[in-house]
Nanobody, 117 residues
């Protein structure tokens, strides 16, 4: 099992920034592609961003391109999501996840991000 623990969420005004962290333990972190997802109230969980096992490839959902940056530090077993220019529609619970083959199989408990207008 790979355990994932998110942190860094909170309340921020529109236009502000937050940095989410996801600390992994239990298995070799660098074996996994990692991703961030979010779920707003009344909506389905959606993909936000992902990064390859070695950081060589990053991917973003269109609405966050240019505002969010995903990164990872394999020495610290941690993946990050830097979120800038936050908008009220970014309000959601943010989850990190680890991919095994083609499936996202390990999930954190989530961290709440609330952006006030």
């Amino acid at each position: 099992q790979l355990q994932l623990v998110e942190s860094g969420g909170g309340l921020v005004q529109a236009g502000g920034s937050l940095r989410l962290s996801c600390a992994a333990s239990g298995r070799t972190f660098s074996n996994y592609d990692m991703g961030w997802f979010r779920q707003a109230p009344g909506k389905e969980r959606e993909f936000v961003s992902s990064i390859n096992w070695n950081g060589g490839g990053t991917y973003y959902e269109d609405s966050v391109k240019g505002r969010f940056t995903i990164s990872r530090d394999n020495a610290k077993n941690t993946v990050y999501l830097q979120m800038n220019s936050l908008k009220p529609e970014d309000t959601a619970v943010y989850y990190c996840a680890a991919k095994q083959f083609t499936r996202w199989v390990y999930w954190g408990q989530g961290t709440q991000v609330t952006v006030s207008s």
